[in-house]
């Protein structure tokens, strides 16, 4: 079992930044290929970034490539998501994800453990 629990979210300006992190705890962190997902109000959860055990794999959907940046502290139980230049089409509850497959990126991605959500509210 895997534990996850997001933090970093809330209000910000269009244009501004913030910095989520996910701390992981209950099993070896380094095993896990990491990600975080979005939904948006009546929308369906969607892939945004997912990272490899040692961060050389990364992927990007197309509506955040450029603006967001996935890393990985393994030393600290930590996935990090950098998110620049936010849009109010980038408010969503944002999810952290971790998948038994280490090397697992983009569609291959299959999320085995889910943190509960922070919300992320962008203001135009």
């Known amino acids: 079992q895997v534990q996850l629990v997001e933090s970093g979210g809330g209000l910000v300006q269009a244009g501004g930044s913030l910095r989520l992190s996910c701390a992981a705890s209950?099993?070896?962190?380094?095993?896990?290929?990491m990600g975080w997902f979005r939904q948006a109000p009546g929308k369906e959860r969607d892939l945004v970034t997912t990272?490899?055990?040692?961060?050389?794999?990364?992927y990007y959907a197309g509506s955040v490539k450029g603006r967001f940046t996935i890393s990985r502290d393994n030393a600290k139980n930590t996935v990090y998501l950098q998110m620049n230049s936010l849009k109010p089409e980038d408010t969503a509850v944002y999810f952290c994800a971790a998948d038994r497959n280490p090397d697992a990126s983009g569609s291959s991605y299959s999320t085995d453990y889910w943190g509960k959500g922070t919300l992320v509210t962008v203001s135009s």
């Open positions: 209950g099993r070896t962190f380094s095993n896990y290929a």
């Open positions: 990272i490899n055990w040692d961060g050389r794999i990364r």
